[in-house]
């Protein structure tokens, strides 16, 4: 006698426990895959986006900074501009008191009888023209211009008989030894 048990039944049904198994595995590792995918996208995503606002940052500040380095340009031409109008005041402080000693120089060595027509002065060169009744009151005037202090020795460049025939007219050159000391001081 023997007993034959049929366990085709039990091992198909086993098969199909399996197979649906497996497909619950499959299914769940697919949505596994999907989310672990979407989570890996979303965080790519998040830092994309905070690089770009880093990025959109940086280049904020570097047009700020560009904007700076402009205005500093414009501070330095400002700086640059307003140390030369410094050394022209300070040149024309120092022409100024020495234009006062020059005019303050010829008044006190005017002689009588010479009028000044016309005081020029290039640096410390200065250049007068003036008319006297006679060359004696020429080599006066000459003679007291020298004798100044604050003006050097003058260098008579020309004399001639006045138009009308009364006086002489004449020109000379003279130094401002004060103005060209400073001059020398100054770079």
Same mark, same amino acid.
């Given at each position: 006698?023997?007993?034959?048990?049929?366990?085709?039944?039990?091992?198909?049904?086993?098969?199909?426990?399996?197979?649906?198994?497996?497909?619950?595995?499959?299914?769940?590792?697919?949505?596994?895959?999907?989310?672990?995918?979407?989570?890996?996208?979303?965080?790519?995503?998040?830092?994309?986006?905070?690089?770009?606002?880093?990025?959109?940052?940086?280049?904020?500040?570097?047009?700020? &900074?560009? #904007?700076?380095?402009?205005?500093? @340009? %414009?501070?330095?031409?400002?700086?640059?501009?307003?140390? /030369? $109008?410094?050394? *022209?005041?300070?040149?024309?402080?120092?022409?100024?008191?020495?234009?006062?000693?020059?005019?303050?120089?010829?008044?006190?060595?005017?002689?009588?009888?010479?009028?000044?027509?016309?005081?020029?002065?290039?640096?410390?060169?200065?250049?007068?023209?003036?008319?006297?009744?006679?060359?004696?009151?020429?080599?006066?005037?000459?003679?007291?211009?020298?004798?100044?202090?604050?003006?050097?020795?003058?260098? &008579?460049? #020309?004399?001639?008989?006045?138009? @009308? %025939?009364?006086?002489?007219?004449?020109?000379?050159?003279? /130094? $401002?030894?004060? *103005?060209?000391?400073?001059?020398?001081?100054?770079?």
């Amino acid at each position: 006698m023997s007993i034959t048990i049929n366990l085709l039944p039990w091992r198909e049904e086993q098969r199909e426990r399996r197979t649906r198994r497996f497909y619950y595995f499959m299914v769940l590792m697919l949505l596994l895959g999907v989310a672990l995918g979407w989570g890996i996208a979303k965080f790519y995503s998040m830092q994309l986006a905070a690089q770009q606002q880093r990025n959109a940052f940086i280049e904020t500040q570097a047009r700020e &900074l560009t #904007e700076d380095i402009g205005n500093l @340009e %414009g501070y330095k031409a400002d700086a640059l501009r307003l140390g /030369e $109008q410094l050394v *022209l005041f300070q040149t024309l402080q120092t022409q100024r008191a020495s234009t006062v000693e020059l005019f303050n120089a010829l008044a006190s060595s005017v002689a009588s009888g010479v009028v000044y027509r016309q005081v020029s002065r290039t640096g410390a060169q200065v250049s007068i023209e003036g008319s006297a009744a006679s060359e004696r009151q020429v080599s006066e005037q000459l003679r007291r211009v020298a004798d100044s202090g604050a003006l050097g020795v003058p260098s &008579l460049s #020309e004399v001639e008989s006045d138009a @009308e %025939g009364g006086g002489r007219q004449f020109r000379f050159d003279v /130094e $401002q030894p004060s *103005l060209s000391m400073s001059a020398e001081e100054q770079p």
